[in-house]
């Protein structure tokens, strides 16, 4: 086949790819980053694909950009959560994302230059983001697949993401679980939660912890 025939097909495939990722909603190069990054850690990144636009957004409407502070994303992966945060009116000056996989974080850097990365253990938030808030946040928003940790740890979780947000501020945390990632019944604590987004892969709810 002459080389002009070869590019004109290599610009047909790549405009069907571009049509294809613009009707599904989805980044064909994030869906292989993501797969590569489950075979590698399963528990740790605990989907094989990207959360979809339907659940971004219901999780980046808990939080309101008028509240003050920084907005502190835990687990963003490849940066869909992020994305719907940025489309919420959030500054990208203001989010804080804590992301364990150093390949994530790269791309994380690339894509949002102006929001803080930081490579580490969410569990560790405490002393992670200790000295790098100087405000209470305005929402903690969790893409951290709870489900795989002991609840001693997921309630650790919680309660250190309380001591960092303003009273009253969200905790937002989806699952693909039927029940709660965290109870619902604590002390001191107001939850609530999404209807089931059926339109995921898998579907999904979306919790909310509060102060209060
Ligand atoms: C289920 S994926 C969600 C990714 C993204 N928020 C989304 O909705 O597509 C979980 C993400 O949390 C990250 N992660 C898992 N455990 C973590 C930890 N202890 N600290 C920081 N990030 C973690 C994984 O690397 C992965 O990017």
Known sequence: MPLEALQQL????????RLFEQKNGIRLDDEVRFIRSWLERPLSTGAVTPSGRVLARTMARYVNP??????????????PVTEALLAEGIAPERLILVEFNP????LLRSRFPTATVVQGDAYGMRRLLGGMLQQPA???????PLVT?????RLGLLRDA?????????????????MPP???KLAGVRAEASERIWKNMP???VWVYRRG
Request: net charge positive.
């Open 182 to 184: 965290i109870p619902r």
């Open 162 to 178: 309380l001591e960092l947000l303003r009273p009253g501020a969200p905790f937002v945390q989806f699952t693909y679980a039927v």
């Open 66 to 79: 008028n509240i003050a502070g920084p907005v502190v994303e835990l687990g963003p992966g490849t940066g």
């Open 149 to 153: 940790r002991p609840i001693r740890m």
């Open 10 to 17: 290599e610009r047909t495939i790549e405009r069907k790819i």
């Open 138 to 144: 305005a929402a903690v928003v969790s893409g951290l």
């Open 203 to 205: 579907p999904a709810r």
């Open 103 to 106: 390949v994530f974080c790269q």
